[in-house]
């Protein structure tokens, strides 16, 4: 198999589904998205919104932040790809004109009669030919798109001269992945295909670090703007993602409590889990 980002070769992974690169370290999965299809592991969705808010909605913060300091346009239009339960667009739409996209019609819908303007449908398919935008933003949605130069060419057709496609996603270098990876390998597969969301109506087909998103993202005529690390793991929010991940025993859920909470500061000196990259198309020559 040919490494989508470098055309090296690809050799086998941890497992049969999975593959990587040895000259950029890019990674895939062969694991086929099923949304809107009944999930093999059903999903409290309302569990699940408390468990993963406190912590993206931080997030999303500081990445709206890091957009404001590269767009100059004014009153710039920015489009989120896969804007799901629409907390992106809520912490962007002070500062730009906003749209969402969402392929999931139930989540989509909610966030719609919540008064968000979303679209329903996939990228690009659902937005208009000639429509342009200033930002594009994908939030934990790139690492699912298997066809992802497509999904790039459309985004440089649809972003104005300079203007900026965010990518927030996982990454191959966080702690988290890299102990998934140590246990998969010891026989303990769970964590590596969590981490991968194997068996999840929208698996991850992708995991790339800083440096070989960089590399496949600059092909498709982009100039890198920024990347930084987003803190994987917060105080806040811990016990509701807990709660949510395991079905633990009261007991066995306040100790990973106050293990995870007490390793929070020693963790930040590993690579987070989480990127977020920003880069600029490369105006017309
Ligand atoms: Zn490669």
Same mark, same amino acid.
């Given at each position: 198999?040919?490494?989508?980002?470098?055309?090296?070769?690809?050799?086998?992974?941890?497992?049969?589904?999975?593959?990587?690169?040895?000259?950029?370290?890019?990674?895939?999965?062969?694991?086929?998205?099923?949304?809107?299809?009944?999930?093999?592991?059903?999903?409290?969705?309302?569990?699940?919104?408390?468990?993963?808010?406190?912590?993206?909605?931080?997030?999303?913060?500081?990445?709206?932040?890091?957009?404001?300091?590269?767009?100059?346009?004014?009153?710039?239009?920015?489009?989120?790809?896969?804007? @799901?339960?629409?907390?992106?667009?809520? !912490? $962007? #739409? *002070?500062?730009?004109?906003?749209? +969402?996209?969402? =392929? &999931? @019609?139930?989540?989509?819908?909610?966030? !719609? $009669? #919540? *008064?968000?303007?979303?679209?329903? +449908?996939?990228? =690009? &398919? @659902?937005?208009?030919?000639?429509?342009?935008?200033?930002?594009?933003?994908?939030?934990?949605?790139?690492?699912?798109?298997?066809?992802?130069?497509?999904?790039?060419?459309?985004?440089?057709?649809?972003?104005?001269?300079?203007?900026?496609?965010?990518?927030?996603?996982?990454?191959?270098?966080?702690?988290?992945?890299?102990?998934?990876?140590?246990?998969?390998?010891?026989?303990?597969?769970?964590?590596?295909?969590?981490?991968?969301?194997?068996?999840?109506?929208?698996?991850?087909?992708?995991?790339?670090?800083?440096?070989?998103?960089?590399?496949?993202?600059?092909?498709?005529?982009?100039?890198?703007?920024?990347?930084?690390?987003?803190?994987?793991?917060?105080?806040?929010?811990?016990?509701?993602?807990?709660?949510?991940?395991?079905?633990?025993?009261?007991?066995?859920?306040?100790?990973?409590?106050?293990?995870?909470?007490?390793?929070?500061?020693?963790?930040?000196?590993?690579?987070?889990?989480?990127?977020?990259?920003?880069?600029?198309?490369?105006?017309?020559?």
């Amino acid at each position: 198999m040919t490494c989508i980002v470098c055309g090296g070769s690809q050799i086998a992974g941890l497992t049969g589904w999975h593959a990587r690169c040895l000259g950029c370290r890019y990674e895939s999965a062969a694991l086929t998205p099923a949304i809107n299809a009944p999930s093999a592991v059903p999903m409290d969705e309302a569990q699940r919104e408390a468990a993963l808010k406190a912590l993206r909605v931080e997030n999303f913060n500081t990445i709206v932040g890091y957009a404001r300091q590269h767009v100059s346009a004014s009153n710039p239009r920015l489009l989120d790809v896969g804007s @799901a339960h629409g907390w992106f667009l809520e !912490a $962007a #739409r *002070g500062q730009f004109d906003v749209l +969402g996209v969402e =392929p &999931d @019609a139930e989540v989509g819908g909610r966030a !719609a $009669a #919540r *008064g968000l303007p979303v679209r329903s +449908g996939y990228f =690009p &398919d @659902a937005v208009g030919r000639d429509e342009r935008f200033d930002a594009i933003v994908f939030n934990d949605v790139i690492e699912h798109i298997p066809d992802i130069h497509s999904a790039l060419a459309a985004c440089h057709a649809h972003l104005n001269d300079g203007g900026i496609l965010i990518l927030n996603l996982p990454n191959s270098r966080g702690f988290f992945y890299r102990v998934s990876k140590v246990l998969a390998r010891i026989g303990w597969r769970g964590p590596f295909e969590r981490m991968w969301q194997k068996d999840m109506p929208s698996p991850h087909v992708h995991y790339f670090d800083p440096r070989n998103l960089r590399e496949l993202v600059l092909k498709q005529g982009f100039t890198m703007a920024k990347t930084a690390e987003l803190p994987a793991l917060r105080a806040e929010g811990l016990m509701e993602r807990l709660r949510y991940v395991g079905k633990a025993a009261p007991v066995s859920l306040y100790l990973q409590y106050i293990v995870i909470r007490c390793a929070i500061p020693v963790l930040s000196i590993f690579p987070s889990d989480i990127i977020v990259s920003i880069f600029k198309k490369k105006a017309a020559s």
